[in-house]
């Protein structure tokens, strides 16, 4: 902490308020207000622009200058030399894993992919055309049913299991969402099979033939799954935080963040920007929807543009991009229609003084649903993917706050309904 200190003085109180400044290791101080509500004042911060809700040590985003760090390490350097479990590990526990610890790691998670059978029954309840988010947000929550060995979140061996289980059955969850969807039976998962190969073979290996995972293809879902893995107090995140500060168990709480996930200002716009894509068709006409996006009486966003913190390029937007070319150019695809629109769109709205003043970048979405639909992935699994890829920043969040003093989250507000009047006498 600084010693540094803000003066806030306030019409008809009669003297200044002295409230604590802090500073981080980098990035903004913060103000401590917490003392206002003894002198019966509240901040007001709709969509906590301006709001630091916690202190934590796990990821740091500088929006300016586009920058991303998991535990101090740029995203970029990551992308390009870790891969998913690695990243899991070094969120998780704050450090890269030593050979020895990777290992064990690794084999932690592929011993935890498989889930209860009864679990499979529990998707026979929802109609084949479900939306494969609707699923995950009942059946990941449907898991504390199953393991209430785990559920004692003081309990630091309890949390440890959790995490295993919650990033081990996501991608196997992920996979039966989409085997229900199109009548085929579930895939096992196979312990002789990285995270992101097995996730390949529960997708689209069946029981009649060997199916072997492409490397192309694993390497771009694992890349996909580590780009996505944590992003600090995002929406969803801090749904999973706010959730956690009840002492709800950490399957609730997970279910929680892929509820906020799925929104289309969130986690929902890799999906919304294919579907953008696919409306726009063809290059000639990305000026009108240009325009519709600056209409302010047109409720259309150009999705996959603009963050809340990025006023810059979104790091993992330009590792995406990289990637995008690389694996359509290994598929055979680097003519994808989509990706030349995605491409001429990008350049015009860069250009266009509306998105520039605003500073509407690119951000991870824009880019995503071109790889996921170039490997195979159904747009409406898209999120299910973020979600998936998101598991260990969730879970990380969720750890650091319950193994530190936290109370639970209970904001305040500026009330203007009607003040205190009688029930009407008949
Ligand atoms: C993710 O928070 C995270 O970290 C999220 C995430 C993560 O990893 O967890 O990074 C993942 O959610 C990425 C964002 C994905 N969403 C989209 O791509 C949907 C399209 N984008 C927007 O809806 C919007 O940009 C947000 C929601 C992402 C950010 O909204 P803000 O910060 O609340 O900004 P705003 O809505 O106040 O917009 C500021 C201005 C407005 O115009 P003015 O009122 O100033 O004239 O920019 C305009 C907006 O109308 N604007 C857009 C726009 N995004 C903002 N105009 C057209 N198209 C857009 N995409």
């Given at each position: 902490?600084t010693?540094?200190?803000?003066?806030?003085s306030?019409?008809?109180?009669?003297?200044?308020i002295?409230?604590?400044?802090y500073?981080?290791?980098t990035g903004?101080?913060v103000?401590?207000?917490?003392?206002?509500?003894?002198?019966?004042?509240?901040t007001?911060?709709?969509?906590?622009?301006?709001?630091?809700?916690c202190e934590?040590?796990?990821?740091?985003?500088?929006?300016?200058?586009?920058i991303?760090?998991?535990?101090g390490?740029?995203i970029?350097?990551l992308?390009?030399?870790?891969?998913?479990l690695?990243?899991?590990?070094?969120?998780?526990?704050?450090?890269?894993?030593?050979?020895?610890?990777?290992?064990?790691?690794?084999?932690?998670?592929r011993?935890?992919?498989?889930?209860?059978?009864q679990?499979n029954?529990?998707?026979?309840?929802?109609?084949?055309?479900?939306?494969?988010?609707?699923?995950?947000?009942?059946?990941?929550?449907?898991?504390?049913a199953?393991?209430?060995?785990?559920?004692?979140?003081?309990?630091?061996?309890?949390?440890?299991i959790?995490?295993?289980?919650?990033?081990?059955?996501?991608?196997?969850?992920?996979?039966m969402?989409?085997?229900?969807s199109?009548?085929h039976?579930f895939m096992?998962?196979?312990?002789?099979?990285?995270?992101?190969?097995?996730?390949?073979?529960?997708?689209?290996?069946?029981?009649?033939?060997?199916?072997?995972p492409?490397p192309?293809?694993a390497?771009?879902?694992?890349?996909i799954?580590?780009?996505?893995?944590?992003?600090?107090?995002?929406?969803?995140?801090?749904?999973v935080?706010?959730a956690?500060?009840?002492?709800?168990?950490?399957?609730?709480?997970?279910?929680?963040?892929?509820?906020?996930?799925?929104?289309?200002?969130h986690?929902?716009?890799?999906?919304?920007?294919?579907?953008?894509l696919?409306?726009?068709?063809?290059?000639?006409n990305?000026?009108?929807?240009?325009?519709k996006?600056?209409?302010?009486?047109?409720?259309?966003?150009?999705?996959?543009?603009?963050?809340?913190v990025?006023?810059?390029?979104?790091?993992?937007?330009k590792?995406?991009?990289?990637a995008?070319?690389?694996?359509?150019k290994?598929?055979?695809?680097?003519?994808?229609?989509l990706?030349k629109?995605?491409?001429?769109?990008?350049?015009?709205?860069l250009?266009?003084e509306?998105f520039?003043?605003r500073?509407?970048?690119?951000?991870?979405?824009?880019?995503?649903?071109?790889?996921?639909?170039?490997?195979?992935?159904?747009?409406?699994?898209?999120t299910?993917?973020?979600a998936?890829?998101?598991?260990p920043?969730?879970?990380?969040?969720?750890?650091?706050?319950i193994?530190?003093?936290?109370?639970?989250?209970?904001?305040?507000?500026?009330?203007?309904?009607?003040?205190?009047?009688?029930?009407?006498?008949?």
């Open positions: 902490m010693g540094k200190k803000a003066q806030l306030v019409d008809g109180l009669s003297e200044t002295e409230l604590p400044v500073e981080g290791t903004p101080d103000v401590d207000v917490r003392s206002l509500v003894s002198r019966d004042l509240f007001f911060d709709p969509g906590f622009m301006s709001t630091a809700s934590s040590k796990i990821t740091y985003i500088d929006g300016d200058k586009g991303l760090l998991y535990r390490y740029p970029e350097q992308a390009e030399k870790s891969d998913y690695e990243c899991c590990y070094l969120l998780l526990n704050g450090e890269l894993p030593n050979p020895k610890q990777k290992s064990e790691f690794v084999n932690a998670i011993y935890h992919t498989m889930v209860h059978e679990i029954h529990f998707f026979n309840g929802f109609p084949r055309h479900a939306h494969p988010m609707a699923i995950m947000v009942g059946v990941v929550g449907a898991l504390s199953f393991y209430h060995d785990s559920l004692i979140i003081n309990d630091e061996d309890h949390r440890k959790a995490a295993l289980r919650l990033i081990a059955k996501m991608p196997t969850l992920a996979a969402t989409y085997k229900y199109i009548g039976p096992y998962p196979r312990n002789d099979l990285s995270f992101s190969e097995n996730f390949l073979h529960m997708m689209f290996g069946t029981p009649c033939e060997d199916y072997v492409s192309v293809l390497d771009a879902m694992d890349k799954f580590l780009l996505h893995a944590d992003h600090e107090q995002n929406a969803s995140t801090s749904t935080r706010l956690g500060s009840t002492g709800a168990n950490p399957y609730a709480c997970i279910s929680s963040g892929i509820t906020a996930l799925w929104g289309p200002a986690g929902g716009a890799n999906e919304a920007v294919l579907k953008m696919f409306e726009i068709g063809d290059a000639k990305i000026d009108k929807y240009i325009k996006a600056k209409d302010k009486d047109d409720p259309f966003r150009l999705m996959g543009f603009g963050h809340r990025y006023k810059n390029f979104d790091p993992r937007a590792v995406l991009r990289a995008c070319q690389n694996v359509l290994e598929l055979g695809k680097e003519d994808d229609p990706l629109i995605a491409m001429q769109l990008e350049k015009i709205a250009e266009d509306y520039v003043e500073n509407l970048y690119p951000n991870v979405d824009f880019y995503s649903g071109i790889i996921l639909k170039a490997i195979g992935i159904p747009v409406n699994l898209f299910v993917i973020f998936t890829g998101r598991t920043g969730w879970v990380a969040h969720w750890h650091e706050m193994s530190n003093p936290f109370k639970i989250g209970r904001p305040r507000q500026l009330y203007t309904g009607p003040t205190y009047r009688d029930y009407p006498t008949k």
